[in-house]
C-alpha cells in the first residue's frame, strides 16, 4: 500500500543494531522504556497537537470504530506519553526520563525517508524545567547519532519563548506578512490566519525570500526566557557540541515553548532532518495533568536507517550448526536434538526436506554453519551423531546422550573454528 513498507530479514538486521545501541544509550543516561498504544481517541491528538497543524489539520488516520467513537494512529508519541504520565500519577514520581519506539502514521506524500506509516524513536523528560533538562536531551540525541556513525550533523537551535512572548511575536509577524498577502504561496496564506509561525520554514522561494526581513523572534523573548536559552547555549558549548542559533526554526507542533531544535544530516538528500524536538512546558497541563515542564525530541528511523545502509554493512548473527537428517528414525531423534543444542544457546537451523544427503549438505555448506551434525539410520540405530566440522572437514562421532555434557568443548570448538575463518 502507499506510504507504507515491508521490511525484509536483510533490512532488519540494521534495525536492530539501532535498536540495540538505542537501548543501551538509554539505559546508561537512566532513561526508562514507554509502551503506548498506537490508536488513541482523536481528541487527544487535536488538543494535545493543536487543530493548525498539518498534522491534525490533514495528516491523521482518524476514523470511526464499530462503537462509533472517533479514533486515530498516533501521528507521534508525545501525546500518548504524556496521557499515560497523567492517567498513571507518574508525576508524583520525581522527575521521569522516558523513551519509546515505534510506528507512526500520517496521511502525506510518501518520498524518500518519507512514508505514511513511519517509525520514532523518541525520548521525554517530564518534570525538569532546568536548562539542564534541554542540554541532557540534545546530548542524548547527537551522542546517539554520533555513535551510530553519523557525522557531519549540523544541530540549529532557537527559542520560541514563553506562550507570551510566542503571542506577541506571532502578531508583530502577521502585522508584517499582512501587506505581502498577495505575494505568498498558497499555503501560506492560510497559515497566515491559522499557524503564523509556520510561515517561517516555508520551502517556497518567494516566500523565503519575504520572511528573510521579517520580525526576528529572538528579539520578542522576555528577559527570562532569554537567560534560559543562554543557559541552554552555555551547556552545550561546556558539552562540546557544535550548534547554530537558528531565529526562523519552529516546530511544526503547538505545543512547544523555549528551545527547539533540529538536527539534520548533510547524507541525506531531500530530507535532512534526522531529529526534532523541542520544550513543551504547556502540553501537560492543556491535557489536563497537573502543570509540569517538560523537554523531548523524535528521530525518524527511516532516515537513519538509509544513512547506515549506504556507510555499513551488518551481518546477521551467524549459524552454530546445521542438522542434516534422512529416515524416520533419524529425522526424529535429530529435531530433539536440534531442541536440546538451542537450550545450551546454540543456534541452530535443521533440514527439513529429507532429500539426499549430498544435497543437505550442500545447504550446510551455504548456511555459514560452523559444523554440521548428521544422522542418517546407523546413527539412529546406534543413538550417535556424526559432527562434521564444515572448514577443516574433520569429523568425529557422538553419543547423543553424551552431547550435554560436552556443551563446553563444543562451545569452544565453534569460536575457535569461526576465528579461523577466512
Ligand atoms: P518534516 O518537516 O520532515 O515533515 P516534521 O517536523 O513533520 O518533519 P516531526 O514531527 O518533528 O517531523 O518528527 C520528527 C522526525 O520524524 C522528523 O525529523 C523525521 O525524521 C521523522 N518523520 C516525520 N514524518 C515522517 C514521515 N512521514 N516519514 C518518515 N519520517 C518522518
Ligand atoms: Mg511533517
Not at 498504544?37 to 488538543?47: H, K, M
Not at 504524556?82 to 502525506?108: D, K, S
Request: hydrophobic share 40%; proline share 4%; net charge neutral.
Amino acid at each position: 500500500m502507499r506510504g507504507t513498507r515491508d521490511i525484509l530479514p536483510e533490512e532488519v538486521v540494521y534495525w536492530q543494531q539501532v535498536e540495540a545501541i538505542a537501548r543501551e544509550q538509554m539505559a546508561q543516561a537512566a532513561y526508562r522504556e514507554i509502551r503506548t498504544p498506537i490508536f488513541e481517541q482523536t481528541a487527544l491528538f487535536e488538543r494535545g497537537i493543536g487543530e493548525a497543524t498539518d498534522v491534525v489539520g490533514k495528516e491523521m488516520y482518524t476514523f470511526r470504530d464499530r462503537g462509533g467513537r472517533s479514533v486515530t494512529l498516533r501521528p507521534e508519541g508525545t501525546a500518548g506519553v504524556v496521557r499515560a504520565f497523567i492517567e498513571h500519577g507518574l508525576h508524583t514520581q520525581g522527575v521521569q526520563r522516558l523513551w519509546y519506539i515505534g510506528p507512526m502514521f500520517r496521511y502525506e506524500r510518501p518520498g524518500a525517508g518519507r512514508q505514511r506509516q513511519f517509525h520514532q524513536l523518541g525520548v521525554e523528560v517530564l518534570g525538569s524545567a532546568s536548562p539542564r533538562a534541554d542540554a541532557e536531551v540534545i546530548a542524548l540525541a547527537t551522542g546517539l547519532l554520533n555513535r551510530l556513525g553519523l557525522s557531519e550533523l549540523r544541530l540549529d537551535i532557537n527559542s520560541l519563548g514563553t506562550a507570551d512572548d510566542r503571542a506577541r511575536y506571532r502578531q508583530a509577524l502577521v502585522d508584517y506578512l499582512t501587506p505581502y498577502h498577495a505575494e505568498l504561496d498558497p499555503d501560506s496564506q492560510d497559515r497566515l490566519t491559522r499557524n503564523p509561525l509556520r510561515i517561517l520554514d516555508s520551502k517556497v522561494k518567494r516566500t523565503q525570500e519575504i520572511v528573510q526581513s521579517a520580525p526576528n523572534l529572538l528579539e520578542y523573548l522576555c528577559t527570562d526566557s532569554q537567560q534560559q536559552f543562554a543557559q541552554v547555549q552555555q551547556l552545550l558549548t561546556d558539552l562540546g557540541i557544535p550548534y547554530q542559533v537558528n531565529p526562523r526554526l519552529v516546530r511544526g507542533l503547538d505545543y512547544y515553548t523555549h528551545t527547539a531544535f533540529e538536527i539534520q544530516s548533510a547524507e541525506l538528500a531531500g530530507q535532512e532532518t534526522v531529529c526534532g524536538g523541542g520544550r513543551y512546558d504547556g502540553l501537560v497541563a492543556q491535557l489536563g495533568g497537573p502543570a509540569t515542564p517538560a523537554v523531548g525530541w523524535a528521530i525518524g528511523l527511516e532516515r537513519l536507517i538509509i544513512l547506515l545502509q549506504q556507510r555499513q554493512t551488518v551481518a546477521p548473527p551467524e549459524l552454530d550448526f546445521y542438522v542434516v537428517a534422512r529416515g524416520q528414525q533419524a529425522e526424529a531423534q535429530a529435531i530433539v536434538l536440534a531442541q536440546t543444542l538451542r537450550q545450551f544457546g546454540f543456534r541452530i537451523e535443521m533440514d527439513l526436506s529429507g532429500s539426499a544427503f549430498g544435497k543437505q549438505l550442500k545447504r550446510a555448506d551455504r548456511s555459514g554453519a560452523v559444523a554440521c551434525l548428521i544422522l542418517g539410520d546407523a546413527e539412529a540405530q546406534t543413538q550417535t551423531v556424526q559432527l562434521k566440522w564444515l572448514l577443516s572437514g574433520e569429523q568425529q562421532t557422538l553419543r547423543q546422550d553424551d552431547l550435554p555434557s560436552k556443551v563446553h568443548e563444543l562451545r569452544q570448538h565453534v569460536t575457535t573454528a569461526r576465528q579461523s575463518r577466512p
